[in-house]
Structure formats: C-alpha cells, structure tokens
C-alpha cells in the first residue's frame, strides 16, 4: 500500500543534564540529546497530490499542532488511573531555517517556551512549556494524541476538550465544538499512537489525518447520435426532514447538483462530535474515528454548479463533467453513521446530433444510492460519477415511465492511504450497485480482472436491500453473464440485452460465468471493515478475464412464444410470418407477399396465439473488466 507521506520532521528537543535520575532509574547513561521526547509524524493526503516534506507539509497543518500525552507505570485501562500526563496539550511550532538555535530545536520543530492554547482547549492546559524527557520508570509506555486546527482555535472557532475516561482505551479522544464558518480543510487529528518502552528515544511517529469528507460529482453520457444536458435536480422543501420517497423531493435546484442524503448541519450555529479511535474489530486499530453527539442533520446535499452550467455532458468517465472546475472536492462533515440512503432525482433534455434539433425531456429520474455507500469518513474523498446510457425510469410526459436508451451509473472512488471504495449505481426503479474493493473503476473503466464484484439489487420506492437467489426462471433471481458479439450484433447495452432475453435475434450472446456467481451476505470495505447486506443481499462474482459482463435480475418471468412450422398452409395476408436463426431465434419476416410465399414458405413460422408470449422485465447492469 502507498503510504502518501507529507511529513516527517523530528523536534528533537537536545538537553544536558547531569541528574540521571530524572527519566527514571533505569535510565541511559547520558543524556547527549538522545534522551529528549522527540516527535515525527505524516499528513495524510485524501486527494492523492504526491509527498510532501518539510515546509510544505507543515503548511497542511497551519505550521503548528497540539500534542496531549500519558506515561503508564501500569497497564493504560479505561479511566484514567494509570495515565500520568506529560504533555498538558503542548503547542509544538514550525518555523524554517532555525533548526540548531536552540537545544530544543534540531528540525525546524519546538515546543519549549511556547504559549499554550487557554481559551479555546478544555482540559488540561499546562501554565508553561517545558523539555520533556523520557522516564524509563514508565514501564508500560507513554500514549500520545494530537490535534492541529491553528486559526480556527485563534479565532474561536474550535474548542476541544480532551476525554480522559470512557469503557475502553479507544475512547480517549476529544471532544470539539465547531462553529459555522470553520475550516473543515484545515482541522487535522492524529491516529492514537502508543509507545513501549522498547521504542523510548526513538522520535514519536503521529499520524494526521484531515478530520473533514471531501465530496465531488460528475457526468458523462454514452448515448449515441444525442447530447445531453442536465436541467435541473430535487431535494425535499423541509430539510430537517429524513427522506424516504422522491414524490417527497418537490423543491428544484437548477443552479446546483443536490441530493437528498442525511448528513450534519453545516449552517448550525455549532456540531459537537467526538473523537474516538477504531480499536480493531470495527477497523484499522488506533485510527481515528469522528461520530456527531449533539447535533442536527439536515437532509439535503447541494454540491457545486458545474454540472448545471455545462451545456453538454462529458462522454468519458475519464473526464467526466464535474460539479466543480477541475474535479475540485467540497469539504463537509464526516458522518460515518448514516442510516438513510441518498436519494437523486434529476431532469435532463437529449438533443439529437442528426442535425434536426429533435429534443427529448425527461423528467423525474431517480436513484437510490446504498447507506452503506454514503457513510462518510474523516479523511476520505468520495467521488460519485453518473453515467446516462441505456435505461431510465424518468418520463417524457410526466406520466409514462421509461426511455430507451438511458440509464445512470454512480461512481464512489478516491479515498486516503490509498485505500479505495468504488462503488456503480445504476438509476432504476430497482437500483444495482456494483463495488469491488480497490478497483479503480475511473482509471481502469470500470474492474480489473480477479476482484470479487459485489452486486446489490435496491428497491427504490423504499431504500430496501432486494434478497436474492441465483437462476433465472423467478422474480429475483439472478445471473452473471460474460457478453460476447457475433458479426454484425447490436452493440452491447441493458436495453440490447434485455432485447436478447426476450429473443431478439440481434447477435448478443450470453454465457454464464465460470467459476459460477454466488450469494454473499457481506463485502470487505475499503477500511478494513465490512459492508453487511443481510443474508442473500449480494451476488458475488470472480471475473477471470478482461471483457463485458452483465448482471441480470429478474423482474418479470420472460415467456416465450411457441411457433409453428408453415408446412403446406396456404397464403394469408392478415398473418405474421416468422423466420428462426441458426440460434433458434424467431424474427419477424419483411417482404413475404403472396407472390413470394411459396417460394419462402419451407422456411416461414407463424405464432401461436396460445400460450401468449410476455416479454420478461429485467434489471441489468453491464459491467467492464481490464486486465
């Protein structure tokens, strides 16, 4: 895994002292600077723009953070019994070029001296700044947290009380207010970071991660012979409200991509949330983890203009159409406890490029995105990207649902320390989301070969996880397919192989996937946890080679129609005849007249009227493999 390194600076704080028995009585036997507390750590990077060192990541952290940290003579445990504070948040400073002024000061890095922050830190604030040295006494190890958020706690605009108790070690985070106007962007946490004994005079490694979620959209089309343009989107008139219906989305937003997704009030006058650290089981151990505690959410999620503003969509997802220039992401709160799933309704108008101005609206589309997908974390970046092709359940006279050909694909992709959650969703009236982790689906367009691709069927009317089975002969059940083309066959699409299935004879040919798709119940997420769908809620699949797949869910049963060989019959001009394919495809006859019938009629069908054929309804997602 690339580690994206921003810093690495040691404040090595140099002393002489000639009293051994200040850090302890198994202590060194000098004390040469080496015995000093030092500190390095990283910035994590949440938009993958390279590494950085010295003063240009100290940049990211404003040049300054606060650092809190405990010795242990026994065993760390909930409260705070064993905790002896060293550092009573410490403010530590980066100025360049003066390293070596000062004994306290080899890497540009210094605490000694400063003043800590008073008014806006709760808990414990030392009166002075002093060298800190290590005391081998402190048999079980020092424990140490930081936070950097400089002009927001110069401008009271963050105040953050230090939690010293709680039911496990992993509670001993913080707890901060943020008031309207913060900078999100700029407020940094440090992973909880333990230290034994065996690793005292060695620099203490903090690692930062950015406490905000960066969000950003984008469009593109694959339609062919049609521009398209995105008029406008809806979100619910009562924002506090959860939403749950789109009838429920009546307000129009024409400036600005909007959703309705449950997420913490970024107008409130203040957010309360809580710092904790994940501890293992619920991810990557000692990692941050921010939850809200007293605070409002507001259901509406309002982006950037550009999706608008542009008078055609993109038609790569390479180069999408994004929601602002350059792809640039918009901070907002982390709200790793989402519940509601985000809900999407749009209107769009396709243009024709024929060159004869013919215009198409369509109204209402709508999508549901997973609340496993939208549970947003400190330091990730989420990139949702939506594809218009082949099927949509938008309407073009406000009554009638379905177009052809169009449908949205949504793309969650980006995050920090290289880890990856990518999710397609497809704008149904059952929406699909496929995700496989660590697939790079806007670099490689959309899976690489070898990844588990996690399929999920969602009721739109009702946000509802679809259990399903494999097969294809009743509602729900549902198949894999390799797509392949024969000479001459219609390009691959939803509505072309949902063509197929109903016996088109258009060339497309379907193929199970081998090894065979499977139920799964869960998928394995980008941080180390899992995503949970409840028994069945999965199709899982392995694909072993580069190509075309399609998942298919049944809908509606197809029934085919029966046919019956012309044989002798005679000519009648009120029957539709029927040719078969070497596929046992039957197509309809163009050109069969009485004067022709006889020459053709070995090889004519008729339909039979009994049973009555019904076209079978599908929810299909074509999906892309690379090497």
């Not at 009743?474 to 390009?491: H, L, M, P, R, S």
């Amino acid at each position: 895994m690339k580690k994206y390194l921003f810093l690495a600076a040691a404040v090595t704080m140099m002393a002489s002292c000639s009293d051994n028995n200040f850090v302890g009585d198994n202590n060194p036997d000098n004390l040469d600077g080496s015995g000093a507390i030092a500190f390095g750590f990283d910035v994590q990077n949440i938009t993958r723009g390279g590494d950085l060192v010295g003063s240009d990541a100290a940049d990211k952290l404003q040049s300054q953070f606060v650092v809190f940290g405990t010795k242990h003579s026994a065993a760390e445990s909930a409260d705070a019994t064993n905790d002896m504070v060293v550092f009573q948040n410490y403010k530590v400073e980066y100025a360049a070029n003066t390293a070596g002024t000062k004994a306290s000061n080899t890497h540009n890095w210094d605490y000694v001296g400063l003043t800590p922050y008073a008014s806006t830190i709760v808990s414990p604030v030392a009166t002075s700044q002093t060298v800190k040295y290590w005391d081998y006494s402190a048999e079980q190890g020092y424990t140490f947290y930081a936070f950097a958020s400089k002009a927001d706690l110069e401008g009271d605009k963050v105040t953050v009380t230090k939690t010293t108790t709680g039911t496990t070690v992993y509670d001993k985070g913080y707890s901060i207010v943020i008031k309207n106007g913060a900078n999100l962007d700029k407020l940094y946490l440090s992973d909880r970071t333990p230290v034994a004994k065996t690793a005292y005079n060695k620099p203490v490694t903090l690692t930062f991660r950015n406490f905000g979620t960066r969000v950003r959209v984008g469009f593109y089309e694959t339609i062919p012979g049609y521009k398209v343009k995105i008029d406008q989107f809806y979100v619910d008139g009562d924002a506090t409200a959860a939403v749950t219906t789109f009838g429920a989305m009546d307000v129009t937003n024409t400036t600005n991509f909007a959703a309705a997704l449950q997420n913490i009030n970024s107008t409130a006058e203040s957010n309360t949330l809580t710092v904790s650290y994940l501890n293992g089981s619920n991810g990557p151990v000692n990692q941050v983890n921010v939850t809200p505690t007293t605070v409002g959410y507001n259901y509406s999620l309002v982006l950037g203009t550009g999706v608008i503003s542009a008078t055609e969509l993109a038609t790569s997802s390479a180069t999408p159409t994004w929601d602002k220039t350059d792809g640039a992401y918009t901070t907002v709160y982390p709200c790793s406890g989402v519940t509601n799933p985000m809900l999407i309704k749009v209107d769009y108008t396709l243009t024709a490029e024929d060159g004869g101005g013919e215009v198409i609206k369509v109204k209402g589309a709508n999508v549901v995105v997973p609340a496993q997908y939208v549970q947003w974390k400190s330091n990730f970046a989420y990139t949702y990207i939506f594809k218009i092709s082949d099927n949509t359940n938008g309407s073009t006279d406000g009554t009638t649902q379905g177009l052809y050909p169009i449908t949205f694909d949504a793309v969650v992709v980006d995050v920090a320390d290289d880890k990856t959650q990518e999710t397609i969703t497809t704008f149904e009236d059952y929406s699909i989301t496929t995700y496989a982790n660590g697939s790079a689906v806007t670099n490689d367009n959309e899976y690489k070969k070898g990844k588990d691709i996690y399929v999920v069927k969602i009721n739109n009317s009702n946000g509802a996880i679809i259990p399903q089975t494999i097969g294809t002969d009743a509602v729900n059940k549902a198949q894999v397919y390799v797509v392949t083309q024969e000479t001459g066959a219609d390009a691959i699409s939803e509505a072309t192989i949902t063509a197929r299935l109903n016996g088109a004879p258009n060339g497309i040919v379907l193929t199970a996937v081998n090894p065979a798709a499977t139920l799964a119940s869960s998928a394995p997420a980008a941080d180390g946890t899992n995503f949970s769908f409840g028994g069945n809620g999965s199709v899982k699949f392995t694909p072993g080679a580069a190509g075309t797949y399609a998942y298919v869910s049944v809908r509606t049963v197809n029934v085919a129609a029966a046919y019956t060989a012309v044989g002798s019959a005679t000519w009648s001009g009120t029957t539709t005849y029927y040719f078969k394919t070497d596929k046992n495809v039957y197509y309809a006859a163009a050109g069969i007249n009485e004067a022709n019938f006889d020459t053709y009629k070995a090889n004519l069908y008729t339909r039979n009227t009994t049973p009555t054929p019904v076209d079978g309804v599908y929810d299909i997602k074509v999906i892309k493999v690379v090497d």
